[in-house]
């Protein structure tokens, strides 16, 4: 038995002597940065009649996600009320 607890020693050992890799500050964002908390996220599903754009975004007062859904007719350009719904959703801020 005492040369499975050397052995396991040893490993320990030896893993605690090789370098971890470390996260990088792009892969994992604290709500500090300003990566997560001033982005906005959407979703476009589509519907019959047509689009409904799906807003959400991260508010750092309340700490809460805020969601809002839009829709966006088949006889209006999406590209247009994309860009109409950015603008509504920067000025709410």
Do not use: C
Request: proline share 2%; glycine share 6%; hydrophobic share 30%.
């Amino acid at each position: 038995m005492n040369w499975l607890f050397r052995w396991l020693g040893n490993k320990i050992r030896d893993s605690n002597d090789t370098p971890r890799p470390r996260w990088s500050n792009s892969t994992i964002a604290s709500r500090g940065d300003n990566i997560l908390s001033n982005g906005m996220t959407f979703t476009i599903h589509r519907a019959s009649g047509g689009m409904v754009v799906e807003h959400s975004h991260y508010d750092e007062k309340t700490d809460r996600t805020n969601q809002s859904i839009h829709i966006v007719t088949d006889d209006q350009e999406l590209g247009e009320q994309l860009s109409k719904i950015v603008t509504i959703e920067m000025l709410r801020r």
